[in-house]
């Protein structure tokens, strides 16, 4: 099988979808299905034979789809389109799709209304019509994906989806064999010390102020934040723990590679989220698989497979930072527990979020796809 991914973003730009789409694209490669990654110029690998759109800015944020796309993926025999994207690349995708006369997928990546405040005074018009725009591009699809369950639930509900499933992103095997040593020598946080770590982009809809207050609300005042991302809340989040009386508390280590965030991970007792927009939280699940037990709100695919009190605790759907460090303060007075947790968390991540795993259901999900068509 021959597949197209379109994707409107790509690396360098950091995301979860850019990340989804290389994760994705390998474990299929590895199963032995041809994947040709159609983006903006400069996106995964340029050495490799993809097709490469100009881009706005150049590799970033907006793929520019011509109207010679169909003839090209035509000409290399592709069999199946899949968008990473409900923009410009799920148009694009259906059009090839249809001039093709082969299965057009889409995945919807994102809880697009956690996203309206970039659209600045537009912000309430944007939310409001997010969700109908999504409904018809998840309907024009002979199938959707959803990164987890309660995000398909709401894309069944949303429109006339012919079908919906569920695939997640691939786990980064390499997460999860980080050196604790090192990763604390590296981070500057002595062995003694409570380290609780975030990872994430530094913006509004990842809620990383929340963490901030959860550091000052929990009782123990020996433990250190670390911020293992970018982003444009950083000094606000500085100004804050400034503020908080918790600035010699918190470490922003920046963005990490991969070996780093496996020694930070490795080195962490507690991996902690106040974000209520994941869709898969994928960092979280890799913080799982590298045997970390995570607190975070109980929404996302990491929450549902996890499980509260078996690979995490999850309080509520909408926790407050006081809930937030009532957790962490649970799991850091009691070793023995985070221990039992710790394993669990790891098995359960594996079982759903290994790349074999995620390739089966990606090709199952082709197959159902192409059922639709026939």
């Known amino acids: 099988m021959h597949v197209a991914f379109l994707t409107d973003v790509a690396l360098p730009y950091v995301s979860g979808v850019t990340v989804a789409v290389r994760r994705q694209r ?24 993809d097709v490469h759109m100009p881009g706005a800015p150049a590799g970033h944020k907006l793929a520019l789809f011509g109207p010679r796309l169909p003839a090209k993926l035509r000409s290399m025999h592709v069999e199946l389109v899949h968008a990473h994207s409900v923009f410009g690349a799920s148009w694009a995708a259906l ?39 999504t409904g018809a591009v998840v309907a024009a699809a002979d199938l959707a994906i959803a990164p987890n369950e309660e995000l398909a639930v709401e894309l069944r509900a949303a429109g006339d989806a012919k079908a919906v499933r569920v695939v997640p992103a691939p786990i980064d095997l390499r997460l999860t064999r980080g050196d604790a040593a090192r990763g604390r020598a590296r981070l500057g ?44 809340l950083e ?20 963005q990490l590679g991969v070996d780093g965030l496996a020694d930070a991970f490795a080195a962490a007792d507690v991996v902690v989220s106040a974000s209520r927009s994941e869709t898969q939280g994928l960092a979280l699940c890799e913080a799982a698989a590298a045997g ?43 070793a023995d527990r985070r221990r039992r947790m710790q394993p669990e968390a790891a098995r359960r991540a594996d079982a759903a979020w290994s790349a074999p795993t995620v390739a089966a259901s990606l090709r199952d999900a082709y197959a159902a796809a192409a059922s639709v068509t026939e």
């Open 95 to 133: 059009a090839a799709a249809r001039r093709l006369r082969v299965p057009f997928i889409v995945t919807v990546h994102t809880r697009f209304d956690e996203y309206a405040h970039y659209a600045g005074l537009a912000a309430p018009l944007a939310r409001s019509l997010v969700g109908p725009y």
């Open 235 to 254: 000094a606000d989040l500085r100004a804050a723990a400034r503020d908080a009386g918790v600035e010699a508390r918190v470490v922003f280590a920046g």
């Open 26 to 49: 390998d474990a299929l490669r590895d199963a032995g299905v041809t994947v040709t990654v159609v983006g903006p110029h400069g996106d995964v690998d340029i050495a490799e034979p």
């Open 189 to 232: 946080v002595p062995p003694d010390v409570p380290l609780l770590l975030s990872a994430s982009r530094l913006a509004v809809e990842k809620r990383v102020l929340d963490l901030i207050a959860l550091l000052r609300a929990s009782a123990r005042r020996d433990s250190v934040l670390v911020f293992a991302g970018s982003g444009p």
């Open 292 to 334: 970390r037990v995570v607190v975070a709100p109980d929404r996302g695919g990491y929450a549902e497979v996890l499980g509260h009190e078996a690979g995490g605790l999850f309080p509520s759907r909408a926790p407050s930072a006081d809930e937030l460090a009532g957790c962490v303060d649970v799991l850091l007075g009691d």
